[in-house]
């Protein structure tokens, strides 16, 4: 029987011990703030920045938002950039990706104090994450180790094929598997839209995990038998339902869960592991700044 793997259920633990490290701040006058910037009015983006916010008020962790119009100049961003760098209160903050097309996001993150850089993106915190050092791992890869973990899949040895090469996901996942770490040392193929034949690269691997975009681009005959499938792919495609669409991951659920021995279901998977590492991230990086000790899940 196919396990499906519950990531509502994972992130629910991880907030839940993020409830001492919380306190414990607390005990000394400090409130971990995050704030989310969005800028212009991409319908998933405000999903996902009023799901964060209701978040950080599940855990007590304080939330601030700014909204910037999507046809304001750059220097409308990098202002609010400089202003939450400057802000005490605020210990971590993101800028929700996609920007629009005028805005250059490598250089929107380039400004990002690293210490305040929850999302990881920052040159200096990738260059930690890849040294071996990462002080903030990217929410989703992070959230994807935790539910292995949190399942018992061993990546020891194993033979993982990651397909997508996003800043976001692929690239820091590939990096963080491959580390001598407990969560690593496993063996990874990164595949991408000019890999030949894709099908094979994901029939071989022990763990497959799918960050491509593409609604439903695996399907069970790409996946080995009893081999683990993590679908980190939200995409919404229109449908003749209330909101006028559905949410289908990178793999097509049903023939893949004929052939593998666990899966994530989206939605319900990798999505709610990335919103509860952001918060992780945040109550982590008020400890760094606070220089308060504090015990992470
Ligand atoms: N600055 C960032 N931008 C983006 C990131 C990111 O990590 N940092 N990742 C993605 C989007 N994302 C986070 O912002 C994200 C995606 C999905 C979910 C989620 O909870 N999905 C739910 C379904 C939600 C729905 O109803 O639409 C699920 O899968 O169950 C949270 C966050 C791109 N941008």
């Known amino acids: 029987m196919t396990e499906i793997i519950d990531g509502n259920a994972v992130a629910s633990e991880i907030r839940d011990g993020l409830t001492d490290a919380i306190e414990t701040l607390a005990d000394v006058g400090a409130r971990p703030g995050l704030a989310t910037v969005l800028m212009g009015d ?7 920045v009023n799901m964060k916010q209701r978040d950080c008020e599940e855990v007590g ?5 700014v909204d910037v119009a999507g046809d304001a100049p750059a220097d409308e961003l990098y202002e609010t950039i400089d202003d939450l760098n400057d802000n005490p209160d605020v210990h971590g903050y ?3 990706d996609p920007v629009p097309d005028h805005i250059d996001y490598r250089e929107v993150i380039r400004r990002i104090d690293p210490a305040k850089d929850v999302d990881g993106f920052h040159p200096e915190n990738v260059g930690r994450l890849v040294a071996g050092n990462a002080r903030f791992r990217p929410c989703t890869p992070h959230g994807v180790q935790k539910i292995l973990e ?9 033979d993982v094929t990651i397909v997508g090469r ?11 598997l491959i580390q001598k770490a ?6 990874v193929t990164v595949c991408h839209s000019r890999t ?18 593409v609604p439903e681009l695996i399907d069970g ?8 499938v993590i679908d980190v792919g939200v995409n919404r495609v229109e449908a003749d339902t209330e909101k006028g669409y559905e949410l289908v991951g990178d793999v097509d659920f049903e023939s893949a869960n004929e052939r593998a021995s666990a899966i994530t279901p989206v939605p319900g998977g990798v999505g709610p592991m990335t919103r509860a590492m952001l918060l992780y991230n945040t109550v982590k990086a008020a400890s760094l700044q606070e220089e308060i000790d504090v015990s992470l899940p």
């Open 150 to 158: 949190a399942y018992d899949i061993d990546t020891e040895g194993a």
């Open 61 to 65: 962790i304080e939330g601030h938002h």
């Open 94 to 96: 993101l800028v929700q």
């Open 166 to 176: 996003s800043r976001i996901v692929g690239k820091p996942l590939a990096n963080l």
């Open 196 to 213: 030949d034949d894709l099908g094979e690269k994901t029939r071989n691997a022990d763990i497959v995990v799918a960050a491509v975009g």
């Open 221 to 228: 005959s790409m996946i080995g038998d009893n081999a683990v």
């Open 42 to 48: 991409d319908p998933a983006s405000q999903t996902y």
């Open 182 to 187: 407990e969560d690593g040392n496993a063996t």
